[in-house]
């Protein structure tokens, strides 16, 4: 696509330019729709409707008054925080969401770099994520927010192991680190003749290790039943304390973002990513970026339910659900896993 674009446009630059934003209009596109539809989520399991009024049908402008009335807001800096720090965090936080959207592949036709260590790579640029969250909290000169930094520091450097652990199990069946070859490896439709040759039916094994995956990305983004960095009911927002106005609206699109690059690793690990799940048919470089896109928001769609069905879990059984359970099943899984491949 990038060398289509060059070859359309007379300046390199600019070709480069509209290549790279494609991902970020797709990231704010998908934060207005995701957090109208997390409302619609929240309000029918609460047995209510939800934004009904502004907009019309459902409230569909809901976000978009919100985005309007929050560009409005003062940014306030408390007057004891670190300055520097504290507004610079925000930024190094969705920057480095954002970078790592570049190994993502969105379909057939477009990927933003072929780097062969995309996995490796996203998992080494989203560790920037903590760094911004603790280095916000530090600043925000606020017991609340410090504490906040704390528990992500704890969270994040734990649900890394199995994270790491469950993506070393695609890569064993695999062999390859770069996310567009491992979403090639599962096109088709081979598996008892019928099913999808998706990583998730590769063998028995796999079930097991997306369900560890899937926990540790939840975990990971900080969402509920794993939401203590920020737990509004005991730290009153965690690290988002002091924040507000624009600053405050960065850490929550990077939230957002972040699910979604979650969700779409999952979709390219263990669902085919842009491989239609017909065969070849509705199949070529447009449907598949409607099949990546499907597959992330219905792994999207289930986080959000899940926050709304499960209570936050204590710090203890957070520690101990990671370093008893899932570390431990991770690591005897990739063996299980390593051992398949080499009998079958």
Known sequence: MLEYLENLLPAAPLAVFLFSIVPLTIIL???????????????????????????????????????????????????????????????????????????????????????????????????????????????????WSLLGAMRTAAQTVSYEVPTIATILSVIVATGTLNLMEVTEMQSGNGFLGFLPNWMIFHSPFMVIAFVIFFIAILAESHRVPFDLPESESELVGGYQTEYSGMRWGLFMLTEYADMLLLSLVTAALFFGGWNSPFGSFMDGPLWGAFWMLLKGMIVVFVMMWLRWTLPRLRVDQLMNLCWKYLIPLSFVNLVLIALWEMIF
Not at 46 to 52: A, C, I, K, S, W
Not at 65 to 88: C, G, H, N, S, T
Request: net charge positive.
């Open 29 to 143: 596109v998908y934060a207005l729709f995701a957090i109208w539809l997390e409302r619609k989520v929240a309000g029918h399991i609460q047995d209510r409707l939800g934004p009904m009024r502004t907009g019309g049908w459902h409230g569909w402008s809901q976000t978009i008054a919100d985005l309007v009335k929050m560009l409005q807001k003062e940014d306030i800096v408390p007057a004891k925080a670190d300055r520097f720090f504290f507004k610079m965090a925000p930024f190094i936080a969705f920057g480095a969401s954002y970078a790592a959207f570049v190994a993502i592949p969105f379909s057939s036709a477009y990927i933003g770099s072929m780097i062969d260590v995309g996995v490796f790579y996203i998992v080494a640029i989203t560790s920037l994520l903590s760094i911004s969250i603790i280095m916000g909290g530090w600043a925000s000169n606020n017991k």
